[in-house]
């Protein structure tokens, strides 16, 4: 690997896991106060298990990233699919801010629904470029999908 390989590998991690932090300043002081007094479903994991998910999804969304920037940018689809992956990670982003920020687990939901095909749309694009890239994007799509299903039924039960 070069220099300039391992620079963008280290970007790439660095980019997708700040997503996380920042979200998590919308996240992390609503947990005790408002999102402790939701009514949840049977199905809600406990607390604890959302960080090191996300924190293993981030590493794993960084290193599909790298593959394609550092490796494909030759590629005809490179720049969409760049496009494409940075709009969901805002989109990522953004949906803490409703949630969590908010505290509005309607718009979370409505937005988790646009995260969701924007990630499928991104794993589409990815391994029309990169096999391995998209693969890695997979275990995301599947979490958000299940996020999706509890933040609708938060929504529904509160």
Wanted: hydrophobic share 60%; aromatic share 20%.
């Amino acid at each position: 690997m070069t220099k300039l390989n391992l620079l963008k590998l280290v970007v790439s991690i660095i980019m997708c896991q700040l997503a996380g932090i920042i979200g998590s300043f919308f996240t992390m002081k609503n947990i005790p106060s408002w999102y402790s007094y939701l009514n949840k479903p049977s199905f809600n994991p406990p607390n604890w298990v959302f960080g090191p998910v996300w924190t293993l999804l981030y590493l794993m969304m960084g290193i599909s990233f790298f593959i394609v920037w550092a490796y494909h940018s030759q590629n005809p689809l490179y720049r969409p699919a760049i496009t494409l992956f940075i709009i969901q990670l805002a989109l990522n982003l953004l949906w803490s801010f409703l949630f969590f920020g908010l505290k509005n687990p309607l718009a979370g939901f409505i937005e988790i629904l646009i995260l969701w095909v924007a990630i499928l749309i991104t794993v589409i694009f990815f391994f029309r470029i990169s096999k391995p890239a998209s693969i890695l994007l997979i275990p995301y799509l599947l979490w958000v999908s299940f996020a999706a299903v509890l933040n609708y039924y938060l929504y529904k039960l509160n």
